[in-house]
């Protein structure tokens, strides 16, 4: 008679098996869900402790077949060496422009940093310092007992993960004209730990998203931008640069 899994062992082989027909690779949150259509009567927290388990043992060289690149990251070895982040390989058809509305909607909605966001981009601004991809304000309750004044929220969004260091770039440059600054980037870059740290050193938001997909997505934050001052002469010189429909829109 065979022996019975346990609940782990069931959980490990699962993990192996999903990611032997993963060529790309999964993030956390994605396996997550996996293991969760497989076994929906085992909860999200304790599926989420089981693969911390499992990263543990790739981690002590138990785990021979699948490798973690990057935090968070989880990929079987026998794809690694030709493995190529969907933003790299994305279709021609996709444009960033594509992510510009929902952003801007994830900003207000779920995120909830904004009372208003547009999309913008291009080159509007019209200086070397660049145009974000989003902007959005947020202003407080007129029944709020202390009412401050508007705090700017800007985003910089990058397809290509080759270039997501001229996209951090871009998004320390909105600091100065900005309240919080938001940088999103796809959730298949390699190089997504070494950029969190970055946003954390500098205050920047970091959101990971689906370059493959504009109508899902799937927006999800590592990092919570901090609030600092900008020089409201920056500030006031680039309000004057949107459009009045803009500034109704964003103000209103």
Known sequence: MPKKLSKKEKIFSAI??????????????????RLQEKFPEISKNTI??????????????????????????????SYYNSYTPASECKSE???EEA????????????????????ALGGNQFKDKWGTPDVIGVYKFSQIDPIIPTPEIITAEIKLDDNQLITAFGQACAYKLFSHKVYLVVPNTAKDISRVESLCLRFGIGLIIF???DPQNPNYEIRA?????????????????????KQIRKLFG
């Not at 911390?52 to 138990?62: A, C, D, H, N, Y």
């Not at 919570?224 to 009045?244: G, M, V």
């Open 48 to 77: 989420g402790g089981y693969i911390v388990s499992f990263r543990q043992e790739i981690l002590k060289g138990k785990e021979k077949d699948i490798i973690t690149p990057d935090r968070g990251f989880f990929i079987h070895k």
């Open 93 to 95: 058809s996709i444009r």
């Open 224 to 244: 919570r931008a901090f609030k600092t001052e900008p020089d409201y002469y920056y500030l006031n010189e680039y309000i004057k640069r949107l459009s009045e």
């Open 210 to 212: 689906n370059p493959s």
């Open 99 to 118: 992510f510009y509305e929902s952003f801007a909607n994830y900003l207000t909605n779920d995120l909830e940093e904004c009372t208003n966001a547009i």
């Open 16 to 33: 192996r098996e999903i990611l032997e027909k993963e060529s790309k690779g999964l993030r956390y949150s994605q396996l997550t869900e």
